[in-house]
C-alpha cells in the first residue's frame, strides 16, 4: 500500500503525536503543489550536471543552501518540504518529505537511505495517512540503506550506521545502528572542516 501522496509506507513505529490525519480540514502538506514539485523533481533528478539539478530544485520550492550536492537518481517526494542547509551531500537517497524534512549544515545523506515523514494509523477503518516532520541537524551522516521514520531528530554530529532503522530521536555525537537503532558509540566532539556537498565531480 502508500500513503495518500503516493509515498512507500514505512515500517510501523511508535505512536505519532502532534500529526496531522490525511482528509482532514487541518491537513495543507499533500497539495498539488506537492504532487506536481513530486512530478517535477523525479526528472530533475535525472538531468547530468549539478548545476542543471539545482536551480530547477529550488524553483518548484526546494530550499537549498550554498555548496550542496544532490547526486543523481535521488527520489524526492514533496520536495518543496525539503531544506538543505550549506554544504550538504544526498546521495541516491529517498526522501518523502510530506510532513516536512529539516536538514542542517554539512550533512552527508548515503545512497540507499530512505527519510520518510509518513506512515499510516493501523487501528484507523479508513487506513489514514499521518505526517510528521524530520529534523537531521548540522555534521550528521546518515549510512547507507539507513532508514528513519516520522517525527525523528537526529542531533549534531550523530552517525546512523548503515541499515539502521531510526524509530525514537538520537541524541548529538551518538552513533546508532540495529533495528531499532540503539545507542552502540559515540563520536569525538571536535570542530568537523569537511564539507560534503563540495564532491561534485563534472556530469555527475
Not at 520518510?116 to 540503506?145: L, Q
Request: hydrophobic content about 40%; overall charge positive; charged content about 20%.
Amino acid at each position: 500500500m502508500s500513503t495518500a501522496n503516493g509515498e512507500a509506507d514505512p515500517p510501523d513505529s511508535a505512536p505519532l503525536t502532534g500529526i496531522v490525519t490525511a482528509g482532514a480540514s487541518l491537513r495543507v502538506r499533500n497539495t498539488k503543489h506537492s504532487y506536481l514539485a513530486t512530478k517535477l523533481a523525479y526528472n530533475i533528478g535525472r538531468l547530468h550536471g549539478r548545476g542543471l539539478r539545482l536551480y530547477p530544485y529550488r524553483r518548484i520550492g526546494m530550499k537549498v543552501g550554498k555548496d550542496c550536492m544532490i547526486r543523481r537518481g535521488v527520489y524526492l517526494g514533496s520536495p518543496n518540504e525539503l531544506e538543505l542547509g550549506d554544504g550538504s551531500f544526498i546521495g541516491r537517497a529517498s526522501l518523502y518529505c510530506t510532513g516536512g524534512v529539516k536538514i542542517g549544515k554539512n550533512v552527508n545523506v548515503s545512497d540507499g537511505a530512505v527519510i520518510i515523514t509518513a506512515k499510516h494509523d493501523v487501528n484507523s477503518p479508513g487506513f489514514e495517512a499521518k505526517y510528521e516532520p524530520i529534523t537531521i541537524e548540522d555534521w550528521a551522516w546518515i549510512a547507507t540503506n539507513a532508514i528513519v521514520l516520522a517525527g525523528v531528530t537526529i542531533g549534531e554530529g550523530a552517525v546512523v550506521a548503515a541499515g539502521a532503522v531510526v524509530t525514537k530521536d538520537v541524541p548529538a555525537y551518538s552513533v546508532v545502528g540495529g533495528n531499532p537503532a540503539k545507542v552502540i558509540g559515540e563520536r569525538k566532539k571536535q570542530p568537523f572542516d569537511y564539507v560534503p556537498g563540495n564532491y561534485h565531480p563534472p556530469f555527475l
